[in-house]
């Protein structure tokens, strides 16, 4: 398979990766969010905790294999990234740390502040990594301040604070209302009565957050930011090098996609039209329906960001010429062709299994079953 064909490959495979990671272990964040207030006493909060509490940890490996996949297909990208986003990155981890412990320890004493305090401390671990992932791609979309020198060595010269500016701050409510009426989604699914109605509501507002917020930001973003635009002509086929190109900055060059393949306008128009029939469907109990919904238009807001950086993968606001794209920050073709026949062996069985293990799964988590069940739930 030539280069050209496997950097592209590569790049939808790494956003298909995200957005699995986005659609399997987002609902479960999103119902760690919901959790203080969804859940009115222990017991309800008992059921919230149960919905995800048999896979939520199955749910890490798109996390683990999305930032393998970066690691290996995008090297330059992982260490840049990993480097300027340091102190975010640990936040995200710090953020998670919280749910193991979270859901093993929160109902081993029989006691109201020790619960409370592990049910906030699993609200921390769902609501923070939606919105610093959020925060992220707002700042790739105005670019990160790195630049490479002659030996392909980054220097970073932002801050942790710089990156909580307006827009990324707006990316970052997209994100986590995403995730949040994803969550209520599927937390509508598995639940039945007072919660199930709670949780519906839940899934309304954030639904309706997300439009507004996603609609700011395609305003800002068209309006208000620069885009990033490559003038010199590139080769494909050409190994890795950053520095090998020409960028300019330019007013609604993020919107070039969309005038050149007028088709690319589908993936924004999921979103509008995705979370309005949640809704519907939502209000017609067709829950399984629609959290099939909701994953689409989960798909719609990350394949946006997507389509509009393409081919960007992390732009450099402090020297355009040293920004990533996928043609110059990929690793060789033969660990691309290498990596491409392992993910076709190995996603499709991370794929079979989760399918099974949420039949096996599948059904109501009621509030007479954790009653009943109170020594072997969590």
């Known amino acids: 398979m030539d280069y050209p064909t496997l950097k592209v490959i590569w790049w939808v495979l790494v956003g298909f990766l995200l957005i699995c990671f986005a659609i399997m272990d987002g609902h479960d964040m999103g119902v760690g969010t919901l959790l203080p207030f969804v859940g009115r006493n222990d017991v309800e909060r008992r059921v919230v905790i149960n919905t995800v509490g048999p896979h939520w940890d199955g749910n890490q490996v798109w996390f683990v294999t999305s930032g393998g996949a970066i690691f290996a297909a995008w090297p330059l990208v992982y260490a840049t990234a990993f480097s300027g986003f340091y102190w975010a990155m640990l936040a995200v981890l710090w953020a998670l740390f919280f749910r193991p412990v979270g859901f093993d320890y929160r109902s081993k004493i029989d006691n109201a502040v020790w619960r409370s305090t592990w049910d906030w401390g699993l609200f921390i671990g769902g609501a923070v990594p939606p919105m610093i992932f959020g925060v992220a791609f707002g700042n790739l979309l105005q670019g990160v301040p790195f630049v490479f020198d002659d030996n392909l060595v980054s220097t970073y010269s932002g801050s942790f604070w710089q990156l909580l500016n307006p827009f990324a701050l707006l990316a970052g409510v997209v994100s986590s209302a995403m995730i949040t009426f994803h969550g209520g989604v599927y937390l509508a699914h598995r639940t039945e009565g007072a919660i199930q109605q709670r949780a519906m509501g839940s899934a309304r507002w954030s639904g309706l957050i997300l439009l507004a917020s996603f609609t700011l930001a395609g305003i800002w973003l068209a309006s208000g930011i620069e885009g ?18 020409t960028v300019v900055r330019h ?12 088709l690319t306008l589908l993936v924004p128009a999921l979103v509008y039209l995705a979370t309005p029939m949640t809704f519907v469907v939502l209000k017609a109990r067709r829950t399984g329906l629609a959290f099939i919904l909701s994953s689409l238009a989960l798909t719609g807001v990350i394949g946006t960001a997507g389509v509009s950086m ?64 109170k020594h072997s739930t969590y």
């Open 228 to 245: 990033y635009r490559i003038t010199s002509v590139v080769d494909p086929a050409a190994m890795a090098n950053p520095l090998g190109k």
């Open 251 to 262: 007013a609604g060059a993020w919107l070039d996609n969309y005038r050149h393949w007028p």
């Open 310 to 373: 393409f081919p960007f993968i992390m732009p450099s606001s402090s020297s355009p010429v040293s920004s990533l794209t996928v043609w110059d920050a990929v690793s060789s073709q033969k660990t691309l062709f290498i990596m491409l026949v392992a993910a076709l062996i190995f996603v499709p069985i991370i794929i079979a299994y989760t399918r099974w293990c949420y039949r096996v799964m599948a059904g109501k988590v009621t509030v007479a079953f954790i009653e009943k069940n």
